[in-house]
């Protein structure tokens, strides 16, 4: 049974940081792309971030691009977003996803997590 569980979510004012673990089990984790989409109330869910089977290669959507760092540990199978420099546009559902390839569209993704509230308070 595939799960992906998301944690580290949670309240922050803006300028802060915070950390989201992904732990993924019932699947080749080092054959996958994980990744990370975000849902915002009454909008579409939008890509952040994604890292490839190695860790050598990451994408990031513009909007969080300098602040945002993925990584992801293999020996743990599991995946890793820091978030730097919040701003209060930041404020969604969290979501943690995992793919056979890179996309930055949402159906491409075989497998999605339960979500994690972020909330960044200006």
């Known amino acids: 049974q595939v799960q992906l569980v998301e944690s580290g979510g949670g309240l922050v004012q803006a300028g802060g940081s915070l950390s989201l673990s992904c732990a993924a089990s019932?699947?080749?984790?080092?054959?996958?792309?994980m990744g990370w989409f975000r849902q915002a109330p009454g909008k579409e869910r939008m890509f952040v971030a994604a890292?490839?089977?190695?860790?050598?290669?990451?994408y990031y959507a513009s909007s969080v691009k300098g602040r945002f760092t993925i990584s992801r540990d293999n020996a743990k199978n599991t995946v890793y977003l820091q978030m730097n420099s919040l701003k209060p546009e930041d404020t969604a559902v969290y979501y943690c996803?995992?793919?056979?390839?890179?996309?930055?569209?949402?159906?491409?993704?075989?497998?999605w997590g339960q979500g994690t509230q972020v909330t960044v308070s200006s």
């Open positions: 890292i490839g089977w190695s860790g050598g290669s990451t």
């Open positions: 019932g699947f080749t984790f080092s054959r996958h792309v």
């Open positions: 996803v995992a793919s056979t390839r890179y996309s930055v569209v949402p159906s491409s993704y075989n497998y």
